[in-house]
């Protein structure tokens, strides 16, 4: 059981150039989202999705894409890269699913990304 | 809106010092209230909970309780250890028993433990 789990776990992108990150869970949880957490700021959450198929936005949404095709999928896009971008993403999933325990979310390693 | 406010670090403590981390909630309604721990490199993890007025959590020798009249979860630890050192964040949940599908993250307090 790896509960969530995300790739990359570092990124260095240059200004303008895209890319992906993916989280996965192993729960069967039906919510998902997507936080950046930065200096003296918190966690902030960026997307979320509380089943396959649906996304909404969160508290910072500009610059970022989402997209739940399977379940246990969450992808975040930045389709062109800002300075303003780097940060820790979380991701983290929630639900009744396997364990039955909806006390909490359940949190990935983060990928620390750097945008230059 | 909903809100937490806690206290800002970071927080240096010899070790068995006293730890005590603020953290106080603008809420409508009823909330439930979180601590969440990140360690060095890591994801954040449920520290302790509760959810409702008066209510102790505690886990780990950490406890809060939750003060309804001052709107407070303040953090506290007897005897802090070296292996405490980490972020902690104070979160709240709106709806109390609904679990954690929306919460609301203090700005996280730092916290350093040295021997």
């Known amino acids: 059981n790896a509960g969530v789990t995300q790739t990359p776990k570092f990124r260095v992108l240059k200004t303008g150039q895209s890319m992906t990150l993916l989280c996965a869970q192993d729960m069967n949880h039906e919510y998902m989202y997507w936080y950046r957490q930065d200096p003296g700021m918190g966690l902030r959450l960026i997307h979320y999705?509380?089943?396959?198929?649906?996304?909404a936005k969160g508290e910072v949404p500009d610059g970022y894409n989402v997209s739940r095709l399977k379940k246990q999928n969450f992808l975040l896009g930045l389709e062109s890269a800002a300075p303003s971008q780097t940060s820790v993403y979380f991701c983290a999933s929630w639900g009744t699913g396997t364990s039955g325990n909806t006390d909490t979310q359940y949190f990935g390693p983060g990928t620390r990304l750097t945008v230059l | 809106g909903n809100s937490v406010t806690q206290m800002e670090g970071p927080v240096t403590l010899s070790e068995e010092a006293f730890l005590t981390i603020n953290c106080t909630y603008t809420?409508?309604?009823?909330?439930?209230l979180f601590w969440y721990v990140q360690y060095p490199g890591e994801g954040l993890q449920l520290l302790l909970k509760?959810?409702?007025?008066?209510d102790k959590g505690s886990n780990k020798g950490f406890e809060a309780t939750y003060r309804k009249e001052t709107t407070s979860f303040h953090l506290e630890k007897g005897s802090v250890q070296v292996s405490d050192s980490a972020v902690y964040f104070c979160a709240l949940s709106p709806i109390a028993g609904a679990g954690s599908y929306q919460l609301t993250f203090g700005k996280g307090t730092k916290l350093s433990v040295i021997p």
């Open positions: 509760a959810t409702k007025a008066d």
């Open positions: 999705s509380v089943g396959e198929g649906t996304t």
């Open positions: 809420a409508t309604g009823y909330p439930s």
